[in-house]
């Protein structure tokens, strides 16, 4: 089922500007809004993933399940062993030309760096400091 048509109030001014703007790109406005938007979902959202793309085959390739996003199983394909990296990189919060970069060693690194808790922050009651403990409290 497809979404309606979305309609956008513009006032003179934005539309004026639109038109210039499009006409000097040789597009037609609508193509120029489009455009626009991409830029801007792309940088709030960052790039897309493969699982974006192809979400809706994700299951129908035979081995392409949960089990193997969650690592219990094995890819035995090419076409599922680049979903399944194309998500872990996204798990590890990297850009995909940095990960394409990465060995798989340090993807691992990288991964479990993500997924690690971080440090623990200082209890403020103790003092390694060598002065007495506040006893005031």
Avoid: C
Avoid at 33 to 40: G, S, T
Avoid at 79 to 91: E, I, K, N, P, V
């Amino acid at each position: 089922m497809s979404r309606p048509p979305f309609s956008l109030r513009l006032d003179a001014v934005r539309l004026r500007r639109l038109d210039q703007a499009a006409e000097r790109e040789g597009i037609r406005p609508s193509e120029f809004v489009r455009r626009a938007l991409d830029e801007r979902i792309e940088r709030v959202l960052g790039e897309p993933s493969a699982l974006d793309y192809l979400g809706d085959y994700v299951g129908a390739v035979p081995g392409a399940i949960a089990e193997i996003l969650d690592g219990r199983v094995p890819p035995k394909d090419d076409f599922t062993a680049a979903l399944l990296d194309d998500y872990m990189r996204q798990l590890a919060g990297r850009r995909k030309r940095e990960w394409r970069l990465l060995d798989a060693a340090h993807k691992a690194d990288a991964l479990a760096a993500a997924r690690s808790p971080g440090p623990t922050p200082p209890d403020p009651r103790t003092d390694d400091t060598g002065s007495k403990p506040n006893t005031s409290e």
